[in-house]
């Protein structure tokens, strides 16, 4: 006798990044202004710095509107074909996000070494209004997006973009600085190095992110084998197998498993299911778990096993 439940619809909850939504809106119109006003200063300063900063910023900009349109897709009903809706979009969006970030890096460093060879003019007091400038409205939105990056991958991602971006303007803030008291134009094009070099490692921790996820790899913070030994600690409960526990999109963690009981248990399978899906969504917060409970030897009738 074998029975199959299923509590707490993942798919129904509302997401981290869709609860985060205006938090993003209001990052992302602060982006798009700044990067306005940087390649407004890029093109009269003629900073190579600032330039990567604004295009920093327009990447940056980008992958928010990535994030917002991922959220609009995740949030459309699921269907038959698609059963848990298109969640995952928030996912994809933050793995495209994270390599575009990878191009600008390598955009930057190019140019940054050429012009190391053959440097420009530098204007150096458009370059510190205009850095000064971006650096208020990045700890703006900084403070905005704060609440939310522990939750959302995509928020995160928009969080560690506008940090790289106040870094860079700091830097560039600094590298004006120097050029217009030094004329040493040289310093633009290492700033502009040294923000590829900020952006390389928040890119591929955004992106090592995306892919756990999309590997449906367990979550970072579940331990199996501790969610073993809890599911075990339950009356009644001989063994547990097939024990899987992977992540739709930010903040929906689901969980499923073969659970072995006392034979004199499965008349009364509601009830211990709902105490196994208590102790699951009480200690490791799953709010969806489908969970198959089966007498002691039917494992030996379901052929290829897992963990």
Known sequence: MVHGHSHGHGHGRTTAATANRGRLTIALALMVSVAVVQLIGAAFSGSLALLADAGHTVTDSFGVVLALSAIWIANRPASAER??????AEILAAAVNALALFALCGFIAY?????LFDPHPVAGPW????????LAANIVALLVLRAGQGQSLNVRGAYLEVMGDALASIGVLVGGAV??????EHVDSLISLGIAAVIVPRAWALLREAVHVLLESTPRHVDLEEVRDHLMRQSGVID???????TITSGIPVMSAHVVV???????????L????ACLSGHFDVEHSTLQLEPAGHVDHEGARHA
């Not at 059963?83 to 995952?88: K, P």
């Not at 050029?179 to 040493?184: D, L, R, S, Y």
């Not at 006392?262 to 211990?272: F, M, S, T, Y």
């Open 262 to 272: 006392e034979e004199r248990l499965l008349a009364d399978a509601g009830r211990v």
């Open 274 to 277: 709902d105490d196994l899906h």
């Open 179 to 184: 050029i217009w008291i030094t004329g040493w």
């Open 240 to 246: 547990v197998h097939d024990l899987h526990a992977w």
């Open 111 to 115: 140019e940054a070494v050429r012009r």
């Open 127 to 134: 370059v510190m209004a205009v850095a000064g400038l971006g």
């Open 83 to 88: 059963t848990f809706g298109m969640q995952r």
